[in-house]
């Protein structure tokens, strides 16, 4: 059985049609149930349930995030869809979203919006939707899921607290929702089929209070996940250039009062936001010219209403911090940064200079490449290509041990000592961690950090419980708390402890910390095998 869940406030006007939509699902009527939870209504929508013959669960007024929450409490399936009072699903909505879920490692799945709207501003509306859409098409995995068109193993969200009712107003608690489990390395994929019709605003006043709400929460959520201002599977890159260029045209302006030169900076800014328009425009164009008319003007008035909003939050959450901190605060991961940005150019220029040296040891003591590369995961579970110097022959990783659950994992990752699979050139590189230094590399494209956790294979990530997840949460490092403290000695339970405690007390003097005691570490061969 699956359980769907519809928070509804106040949706009278909506639900019956939302309700009749459900029922209509091209799956059969006994594989589900329908649970309303009515978030202190006023009006008639616990009677439209009731008439419905759905379950009904009834909260007093605390917002959509609460209301999701107690709906996944009482639901009965291992597989939650979530959908609005306000959205009607097309009638292979539901199997759509459990298609995706079938796959074992696939934890969340987002659908897509439709209208029948007419109204030029509610087309705009469906562009920009449509515009993120095409960004998150063709992606194995994503950050982003709103809860409109949603679908949630049950489990997972219940053992990660649900949604944040921190959020008290339908803006960003579900996109939070999402970002805290993709941090843990949990697969959430794009389903474009999921549709649900929806009637999108249809004022410029209500288009940009409601940009405004998202922006003012969006501010409080960014002080815990500091790195989704930089990039989501959603959000496109462009709109963030566009806001930051109408900042600089209305900084331009009131210091052209000041100083009058500095005029020419806002008519500077102002080509930045229009060439950043570009993109947008031509989409818009191929889909609706009528709202291709109105799209720069609706750009613009976006960016001022999500500024003033992120602003406005920024002010009134200074100081605040809630049920969550950030693993890496965001001045702390500017720095870390640069640090490693420094730290792997001066790496790989060191590295160059004994590369032809190393590469003719481990050419003449066995055959095979000089360089060895393996998929390893990576920060938010991103899988990337991880580079070593070979010490082992060819062909040794598909002799490594195969745990099979998260109790044999245990102590799979302790390193054999010795272990035949290593070359003898091989033990020399490893003695001196010499092999490592083709890292340096994915340090350089931001894969990696000069500091924190090992990079691990993605068939033991596979088999992490939800606790060891919580390692994937920062950027994994050439070196870390592991390897200055047994290294490949220690047991899957020993390194999550050092890991974890390195995250919930992450410093940068800490960094600079574990560096200083990784070069008598080396030196000493600690751990070493």
């Given at each position: 059985?699956?359980?769907?869940?519809?928070?509804?406030?106040?949706?009278?006007?909506?639900?019956?049609?939302?309700?009749?939509?459900?029922?209509?699902?091209?799956?059969?009527?006994?594989?589900?149930?329908?649970?309303?939870?009515?978030?202190?209504?006023?009006?008639?929508?616990?009677?439209?349930?009731?008439?419905?013959?759905?379950?009904?669960?009834?909260?007093?007024?605390?917002?959509?995030?609460?209301?999701?929450?107690?709906?996944?409490?009482?639901?009965?399936?291992?597989?939650?869809?979530?959908?609005?009072?306000?959205?009607?699903?097309?009638?292979?909505?539901?199997?759509?979203?459990?298609?995706?879920?079938?796959?074992?490692?696939?934890?969340?799945?987002?659908?897509?919006?439709?209208?029948?709207?007419?109204?030029?501003?509610?087309?705009?509306?469906?562009?920009?939707?449509?515009?993120?859409?095409?960004?998150?098409?063709?992606?194995?995995?994503i950050d982003f899921v709103d809860t409109y068109s949603a679908g949630y193993r049950r489990e997972i969200v219940l053992a990660n607290g649900g949604f944040d009712t921190t959020f008290r107003e339908p803006t960003v608690e579900d996109q939070e929702l999402s970002f805290r489990l993709a941090s843990k390395g949990y697969r959430l994929v794009f389903v474009p089929q999921a549709q649900v019709y929806h009637q999108h605003v249809t004022s410029i006043l209500a288009y940009i209070r409601r940009k405004f709400r998202i922006g003012y929460w969006k501010a409080l959520m960014l002080r815990w996940l500091p790195q989704k201002a930089v990039s989501d599977s959603h959000t496109p890159q462009a709109l963030k250039v566009q806001i930051l260029m109408l900042g600089l045209m209305g900084l331009g302006l009131l210091g052209r009062a000041i100083w009058p030169p500095l005029w020419p900076a806002a008519l500077i800014a102002l080509g930045g936001f229009t060439i950043s328009t570009i993109p947008f425009l031509r989409h818009a164009w191929r889909r609706d010219r009528a709202v291709a008319l109105i799209a720069w003007p609706m750009l613009?008035?976006?960016?001022?209403?999500?500024?003033?909003?992120?602003?406005?939050?920024?002010?009134?959450?200074?100081?605040?911090?809630?049920?969550?901190?950030?693993?890496?605060?965001?001045?702390?991961?500017?720095?870390?940064?640069?640090m490693d940005i420094l730290g792997a150019i001066i790496g790989l220029a060191l590295f160059a200079l004994l590369l032809p040296f190393l590469a003719l040891a481990i050419r003449l003591d066995s055959p095979g490449p000089v360089i060895y590369s393996q998929v390893r995961i990576g920060e938010n579970g991103r899988p990337f290509r991880m580079y070593k110097l070979r010490t082992m022959h060819v062909g040794a990783e598909g002799e490594a041990p195969q745990p099979r659950n998260a109790t044999e994992l245990e102590h799979a990752v302790v390193k054999r000592s010795p272990d035949p699979r290593v070359t003898r050139v091989g033990r020399w590189l490893r003695r001196w961690s010499l092999d490592e230094a083709p890292q340096f590399f994915n340090v350089l494209r931001g894969e990696m950090s000069l500091v924190g956790p090992r990079p691990e294979e993605e068939r033991l990530v596979r088999l992490y419980t939800d606790e060891q997840r919580r390692r994937l949460a920062v950027k994994p490092g050439m070196t870390g708390p592991m390897q200055v403290n047994g290294r490949g000695r220690l047991t899957m339970s020993e390194r999550l402890a050092l890991e974890l405690d390195y995250i919930e007390h992450y410093s940068l003097r800490r960094d600079l910390a574990i560096l200083w005691r990784t070069i008598f570490a080396v030196w000493r061969g600690d751990g070493a095998l």
């Open positions: 059985m699956i359980s769907i869940v519809v928070p509804a406030h106040n949706a009278g006007r909506t639900l019956e049609r939302c309700l009749r939509a459900l029922r209509a699902q091209d799956i059969p009527a006994e594989s589900y149930e329908i649970i309303v939870v009515d978030d202190g209504s006023t009006d008639d929508t616990a009677m439209i349930a009731q008439a419905a013959s759905v379950r009904l669960i009834r909260i007093p007024h605390q917002g959509p995030a609460a209301a999701r929450n107690a709906g996944l409490q009482v639901a009965r399936g291992e597989i939650v869809l979530f959908t609005d009072a306000d959205c009607e699903p097309i009638p292979h909505w539901a199997r759509s979203l459990m298609e995706a879920l079938r796959e074992p490692d696939v934890v969340g799945a987002k659908g897509t919006y439709l209208t029948r709207q007419r109204e030029l501003i509610a087309r705009f509306v469906q562009v920009e939707y449509e515009e993120r859409y095409a960004r998150m098409a063709g992606r194995e995995r613009v008035v976006r960016a001022i209403a999500l500024g003033a909003g992120l602003l406005a939050g920024m002010i009134r959450f200074a100081g605040y911090t809630g049920p969550q901190r950030p693993a890496i605060a965001g001045p702390q991961r500017i720095i870390k940064r640069l």
